[in-house]
């Protein structure tokens, strides 16, 4: 197995054990939306819909962006732009983790928020019945529309501005290994260099006859 299937199966664990925690961290957190008024839970949701439509336009921004012109941004000294270059340079794993990680989970979450609120609003009502149910599936179907309808224009915006908002990404992250020393991306920010005929050759210089 060489090095490249190597580190993929190795993304491919860390992405599992961050899901599986993540996911149950945030499942759990709906339990507390049955102790909140119906309007808190709303407020919830929405935020949960917003969150799966950032997190999405930054999987497709990565995907989308271009390393060249971060290159003369880090030769100014721009603050966020060598961050920038890594983000592009792995744009494979930072949209899988943006777009199925993040977005997956708050599909999933805004989902099962959206039936604890179902519930509050039914219970702090006299509805029965079909309106019951009525009330159910226009909730779950408004959430679904918000959610599609959101990434759709988020799409259009990250292909649009895709190196503005990378670059904007890029100086959170400068900003996190400033404050906190956490790095993004562990390895060398710079290009290999290409050397002549495949070996370096190191000696003295031969003098000419």
């Keep these: 197995m060489n090095s490249a299937w190597r580190d993929t199966l ?53 995907a989308a962006a271009r390393e060249t012109p971060y290159h003369a941004m880090a030769s100014e000294r721009v603050h966020g732009a060598k961050q920038a270059i890594l983000i592009v340079r792995n744009a494979e794993k930072f949209s899988n983790f943006c777009n199925d990680v993040i977005g997956d989970i708050s599909g999933v979450l805004s989902g099962a928020a959206t039936a604890v609120v179902v ?65 993004l991306f562990a390895g060398n920010d710079k290009k290999k260099s290409r050397k002549r005929g495949g070996k370096r050759v190191v000696g003295k210089r031969q003098q000419p006859r």
Excluded: C, P
């Design 119 to 183: 519930a509050r609003i039914i219970e702090s009502t006299d509805i029965s019945g079909l309106f019951r149910q009525a009330i159910a599936i226009l909730a779950t179907a408004l959430v679904a529309a918000l959610t599609v309808s959101g990434k759709a224009l988020g799409k259009a915006y990250a292909i649009r501005n895709a190196n503005w908002i990378i670059l904007q990404v890029g100086k959170f992250f400068y900003l996190m290994e400033q404050k906190f020393h956490i790095r």
């Design 10 to 62: 190795r993304w491919a664990a860390l992405i599992f054990v961050v899901t599986f925690f993540l996911s149950g961290f945030f499942n759990t957190s709906t339990i507390l939306l049955d102790l909140a008024d119906w309007w808190v839970g709303v407020l919830v949701v929405i935020a949960i819909v917003l969150v799966g439509i950032f997190f999405d336009i930054m999987g497709l921004a990565a």
